[in-house]
């Protein structure tokens, strides 16, 4: 017999809402999958671009630093430098800097302590206060106002004599982290813990002419080293840096790494090993972070995106099971005459096949055009379309194997079993708790999350994942959804007990949602899930960004941080009225206490300022600091005339009691305690400044403020004060940890979002399907008298049931399972606070409406079908 097999792909388009099915069920599948691809590829890149970005842009190439040697030995080597620079693709060059020891500069009736330096392009990045001629020397201010020194002076040195004369003074160089002078930090700017002869501020030789005038013969450097057996005037330590433009995919990075390290060998087959301080490639680590970084979010994404993927292939059966219905009498037909169950299920992938195909490329196309919405960093590396292709093109085909052998095996089953076997086979499958199955997954990942899901070794940045336990929330939402879903429907089945004519709207809606009974607990479940997914990734998502931004806070003290010295503080120069209403005054010592013996921290705040400049972002913080500061406020108002033990609040496990003695005749007594305080990272007392006995030695005095770094530095110098280095909050702790842990969560937002669309195309749906039978009912329900506004509520509660159940129920799943997981996904545990889920008031807001949205345009459907039915016609049908 010949089959009509060709005019299968005309025939579907007389069921639109299959076609539409099926579309959407490739649509939303290829999402995935491409999704799941792109996203864990831009992880790397933008691992590397977080790493690049905190680079000094001179280290983003290779890293040299060379010991002391005479001045041609530096000139030679940065001559081999630009010459394998040149090779290897560093078109910019090399900027070389000399940089001398310690030297006492005579300035006639006073003297100070410097180091001459030099480095190519330094005149135009340094801030000139007076004077720029470049044929002389340039001395810092600081120098200027402790010698006296002004343009013209001659300074003198033992070993080089007479120096050239003073031709600008400039402004001392801060620790900023960024710009010019990054990777030289540490040999231009005095360390505050450092001795005199450890490091001095610079005094720059902006010409290398006049640099290489200074240098005495060999022969006189020879005869001053067995004299003094110190020629730090006469040897320079050399850096050769390689400014390069950053990378932007791991691939330019990787070759950017490939050439630095080339340099690197050049350099070290030119030079004796013993000629080297330090060479290396920083990118190499950054390049190890990104691929961790990677593995991570592909070890905790990729189970979650199979078991997705399959729940589409599922999906996808459910389709194929539908067609199935719709086309029973016609598959009865077409079997009474020979066609076998593969033929039937051939036939539906003619009549589907084409909509999975469109639906498919869609999706690809949307994922990839949408990436900005969930993928970590836009720019894709070469290939990964093609890997997404690939993966989407091999879910078609499982698609379309499962079109096929679902309809063939269910048509066996309508066909060629007995129905009483049928029936006997679903009841005991229908029985099966599979809910015990992800509740017991779920105590086994609550356990491995219990035991540690990061482990952060020593020397490790990124902690190591446990993929399993970062299952956990996930497994809980499945197994209470679930629940929840077999609650509802045991509920309807007997909800035919339920007798509530007086309120008649209530009454139909809950009939109405028992005669749907499969539909609307599906719908229900999958709703529930999808707002508990979204949940999750949102709770977690936002406590690694609580988290972050609470424990750099806490490590930094503030916005910003800006130490400053004794001479500072003593003239009340430090905290200038102009930063006053958002700064504070915090002095540092580290001092032991004799019973028990410990070495601790002393932290001397002023209790009236604090809350102004003190970081108080984190209310479980503010909350310990308003704690700590009436605590100090109280001891010192119950303190004696002489009392001589100072009020104390212990924090970070630092040990308590009344006369505790510590250094420089400092007695404390503990008047509380407080988990966490900004500022403070290891075991600490915080201790009032005015009760701090004279005596005592602050060897750090910082000033915390909201501002930023920068502006609280000009302020104080503008002030006359003096800064010694600085941070800002958002720098000062490495996020990657961080941003690993919401980069693997943001995906599962991703897919909650997509089971959210799901869920409403599916409620959608189903009032499609069940168009004819509600417009029936409800137009004969208008003729026997219920009022249309008793309609409208009866499907306002069939429907809210459905909303507000999965909204609620799943909010509230999803976030709790959040504040579970969140505290046990630290990627910092030393410092404190613990991360925790924050109230998703946004999250709930439009949760809110998106319901109230969904339930308003489904009854509105319900309706207007009921408003627009023709009785007649129907009853005809």
Request: charged residues 20%.
């Amino acid at each position: 017999m010949k089959l009509p097999w060709r005019r299968a792909p005309l025939v579907a388009w007389g069921q639109p809402s299959s076609l539409l099915v099926a579309l959407f069920a490739g649509l939303v599948l290829a999402f995935v999958a491409t999704a799941a691809v792109l996203h864990v590829s831009s992880v790397r890149t933008a691992a590397v671009d977080y790493n690049v970005s905190r680079f000094c842009p001179h280290l983003r190439g290779p890293a040299v630093e060379l010991v002391p040697m005479r001045f041609d030995g530096s000139v030679e080597a940065a001559s081999l430098a630009q010459r394998s620079a040149a090779d290897h693709g560093f078109d910019d060059g090399v900027v070389a800097g000399l940089y001398s020891g310690v030297l006492m500069l005579d300035f006639g009736e006073s003297s100070g302590r410097a180091k001459l330096a030099y480095r190519d392009g330094l005149a135009e990045q340094v801030t000139v206060v007076r004077g720029g001629g470049t044929d002389g020397i340039w001395i810092p201010e600081s120098l200027a106002e402790l010698t006296g020194a002004d343009l013209g002076d001659r300074p003198r040195q033992a070993g080089l004599g007479e120096l050239p004369p003073v031709t600008a003074v400039y402004e001392d160089l801060e620790r900023t982290g960024e710009g010019y002078w990054c990777s030289e930090e540490k040999l231009v700017v005095p360390g505050p813990m450092d001795s005199e002869w450890q490091s001095a501020p610079p005094v720059l030789v902006p010409d290398r002419d006049v640099l290489s005038s200074l240098q005495p013969p060999p022969a006189v450097v020879d005869e001053l080293a067995v004299q003094w057996e110190d020629v730090s005037h006469a040897t320079f330590t050399t850096t050769l840096r390689f400014p390069v433009d950053a990378p932007s995919t791991p691939e330019e990075a990787a070759a950017l790494h490939d050439r630095s390290r080339a340099v690197v060998d050049d350099l070290s087959a030119e030079l004796a090993r013993e000629d080297f301080v330090s060479r290396g490639v920083y990118l190499e680590r950054s390049l190890q972070l990104a691929d961790e970084s990677s593995r991570t979010v592909t070890l905790a994404v990729l189970p979650l995106t199979v078991v997705s993927l399959l729940v589409g292939l599922a999906g996808m059966a459910a389709v194929a099971v539908q067609w199935l219905q719709r086309r029973t009498r016609e598959a009865r037909l077409l079997w009474t005459h020979g066609a076998s169950p593969l033929a039937l299920g051939t036939r539906a992938l003619l009549e589907l096949g084409l909509p999975v195909l469109v639906g498919s490329a869609a999706g690809l196309a949307l994922a990839t055009l949408a990436r900005g919405l969930y993928a970590p960093s836009l720019v894709l590396r070469d290939g990964v379309l093609v890997d997404a292709a690939l993966a989407v093109g091999g879910l078609v085909v499982a698609s379309l194997a499962v079109l096929v052998a679902t309809v063939a095996v269910r048509a066996h089953q309508l066909f060629q079993t007995a129905p009483r076997a049928r029936s006997r086979a679903v009841s005991r499958l229908r029985l099966v708790p599979w809910e015990l199955a992800t509740g017991a997954l779920a105590v086994w990942s609550g356990l491995r999350l219990a035991e540690g899901a990061l482990t952060v070794e020593s020397g490790e940045v990124l902690p190591r994942v446990d993929p399993v336990a970062l299952a956990f929330p996930l497994l809980v939402v499945v197994t209470l959804a679930g629940l929840t879903a077999r609650g509802l429907g045991w509920s309807l089945v007997r909800s035919h007990r339920l007798s509530a004519w007086r309120r008649p709207a209530f009454q139909f809606g809950i009939r109405r949602l028992a005669a749907s009974g499969g539909t609307a607990v599906g719908v229900t479940a999958l709703a529930l899930l999808a707002v508990g997914v979204l949940a999750v990734g949102g709770g977690i998502v936002g406590a690694q960004r609580d988290a972050f931004d609470a424990k750099s806070g806490v490590l930094v003290g503030g916005e910003s941080a800006v130490d400053v010295g004794n001479t500072t503080v003593n003239a009340d120069q430090a905290v200038p009225a102009s930063i006053a209403e958002r700064s504070t005054l915090v002095g540092r010592s580290t001092t032991s206490i004799a019973d028990p013996s410990r070495e601790v921290t002393v932290l001397v705040v002023e209790p009236d300022t604090f809350h102004r400049g003190g970081w108080l972002g984190d209310r479980r913080i503010a909350s310990a600091v308003d704690e700590a500061l009436s605590a100090l406020r109280a001891g010192e108002a119950d303190r004696g005339p002489g009392d001589a033990a100072v009020p104390a609040v212990r924090v970070a496990g630092a040990p308590g009691g009344d006369q505790l003695r510590a250094g420089s005749g400092l007695v404390l007594s503990t008047v509380g305690e407080v988990t966490g305080f900004p500022g403070v990272t290891s075991p600490t007392y915080v201790v009032a400044r005015d009760t701090v006995p004279s005596g005592f030695r602050v060897n750090t005095w910082t000033v915390l403020s909201a501002l930023p770094a920068a502006e609280v530095v000009d302020r104080i110098q503008a002030g006359g004060g003096w800064t010694i280095q600085s941070v800002e909050r958002t720098s000062s702790l490495d996020g990657l940890p961080f941003l690993t842990m919401e980069w693997t969560f943001g995906f599962i937002t991703v897919l909650g979002t997509v089971l959210a669309v799901l869920a409403i195309t599916s409620l959608l749906l189903a009032i499609e399907v069940r168009r004819r039978q509600n417009a029936l009912s409800g137009a004969l329900s208008l003729r026997m008298g219920v009022r249309p506004r008793t309609l409208v509520a009866s499907y306002l509660v069939e429907l809210g049931t459905i909303g507000g159940l999965a909204a609620l129920v799943g909010a509230a799943v999803g976030w709790g399972a959040a504040q579970l997981a969140a505290s046990q996904l630290d990627p910092a545990p030393r410092l404190v606070p613990v991360p925790a889920a924050p109230v998703p008031v946004l999250f709930l807001s439009v949760l809110l409406v998106a319901t109230l949205a969904v339930v308003g345009a489904a009854t509105w459907l319900a309706v207007r079908a009921v408003r627009t039915a023709r009785v007649g016609e129907l009853i005809r049908e």
